[in-house]
């Protein structure tokens, strides 16, 4: 089998400090204190296991606190697993915190340049892909200043028009993106949904369960950290529904 994302008993585990009290709390307290139990962690993710095939388009749902963001994270790298192998044979193109990358002093065809070349393509084919990203953009005119002046809109839009022209292999996406005014918003989504169908393989973290059972080969639902349920879209989203007492308020 051809896997691009491999989780294998994937556990996370965050500490849970307390404050250290003030003198003055520290004596009024004491007994409290004397009492007070260590500090302790709370695990965020427990014992995972699952795997993405190439081109799948994989769902996952969960209510907040569930572990959603720290999967994405350890995916994406930026932190790790405490126990458990996270394998990725794919370089990812993350569509979370869309423009972290740019340096305000920089003009949009220079972040264009830098971001374009992060990605994974090379300094001509981003200079190949230049004027489709500025068009799709919308930026027009502005597109030869510093981004700084740029509205967080002209940011966002930016940011996104490069991520999809840069040939994603592994889209990782929290929420299906609606970026800028309704139009750009529309744009945007159809770009992203013509990606996913045209066979890019995804990790897609949402609380759109309409869009999760249209879009999503196969559903993961995290709960507590683990996993409750997961396959077909429809028949993991209705027990999610069920689950959270929510059955009534249909994905429909």
Same mark, same amino acid.
């Given at each position: 089998?051809?896997?691009?994302?491999?989780?294998v008993?994937?556990?996370?585990k965050?500490?849970? %400090?307390?404050? %250290?009290?003030?003198? /003055?709390?520290? $004596?009024?307290?004491?007994?409290?204190?004397?009492? %007070?139990?260590?500090?302790?962690?709370?695990?965020?993710?427990? &014992?995972?296991?699952?795997?993405? #095939?190439?081109?799948?388009?994989? @769902?996952?749902?969960?209510?907040?606190?569930?572990?959603?963001?720290?999967?994405?994270?350890? =995916? =994406?790298? !930026?932190?790790?697993? #405490?126990?458990?192998?996270?394998? *990725?044979?794919?370089k990812?193109?993350?569509?979370?915190?869309? &423009?972290?990358?740019?340096?305000?002093?920089? !003009?949009?065809?220079?972040?264009?340049l830098?971001?374009?070349?992060?990605?994974?393509? !090379?300094? +001509?084919? *981003?200079?190949?892909?230049?004027? +489709?990203?500025?068009?799709?953009?919308?930026? @027009?005119?502005?597109?030869?200043?510093?981004?700084?002046?740029?509205?967080? &809109?002209?940011? =966002?839009?930016?940011?996104?028009?490069?991520? *999809?022209? #840069?040939?994603?292999?592994? =889209?990782?996406?929290?929420?299906?993106?609606?970026?800028?005014?309704?139009?750009?918003?529309?744009?945007?989504?159809?770009?992203?949904?013509?990606?996913?169908? @045209?066979?890019?393989?995804?990790?897609?973290?949402?609380?759109?369960?309409?869009?999760?059972?249209?879009?999503?080969? %196969?559903?993961?639902?995290?709960? &507590?950290?683990? *996993?409750?349920?997961?396959?077909?879209? +429809? /028949? $993991?989203?209705?027990?999610?529904?069920?689950?959270v007492?929510?059955?009534?308020?249909?994905?429909?």
């Amino acid at each position: 089998m051809n896997y691009i994302a491999e989780i294998v008993d994937v556990w996370k585990k965050f500490p849970l %400090r307390r404050e %250290r009290p003030g003198f /003055k709390e520290f $004596v009024v307290n004491l007994p409290k204190f004397v009492k %007070r139990k260590p500090n302790c962690n709370f695990w965020a993710l427990k &014992g995972l296991n699952f795997n993405v #095939t190439k081109g799948e388009c994989l @769902g996952i749902i969960g209510k907040n606190g569930a572990g959603k963001s720290t999967l994405l994270s350890l =995916l =994406l790298g !930026t932190i790790y697993p #405490t126990r458990g192998d996270i394998k *990725v044979s794919q370089k990812i193109t993350p569509l979370l915190d869309l &423009g972290a990358g740019f340096h305000p002093d920089l !003009t949009g065809r220079e972040n264009i340049l830098i971001n374009g070349v992060l990605l994974g393509l !090379t300094r +001509d084919e *981003v200079l190949e892909r230049m004027e +489709d990203i500025i068009a799709f953009s919308e930026i @027009g005119e502005f597109i030869d200043i510093p981004s700084r002046t740029y509205s967080s &809109g002209m940011y =966002l839009r930016l940011a996104f028009s490069i991520a *999809v022209f #840069t040939d994603p292999k592994l =889209l990782l996406i929290d929420e299906i993106l609606g970026v800028g005014d309704e139009n750009f918003k529309k744009k945007s989504s159809d770009a992203l949904i013509q990606l996913i169908k @045209g066979g890019v393989t995804t990790i897609m973290v949402s609380h759109d369960l309409k869009s999760v059972k249209e879009i999503c080969d %196969r559903v993961i639902w995290l709960n &507590g950290g683990k *996993v409750e349920a997961t396959g077909e879209p +429809d /028949k $993991v989203v209705e027990a999610y529904l069920k689950g959270v007492g929510m059955y009534n308020i249909t994905a429909n």
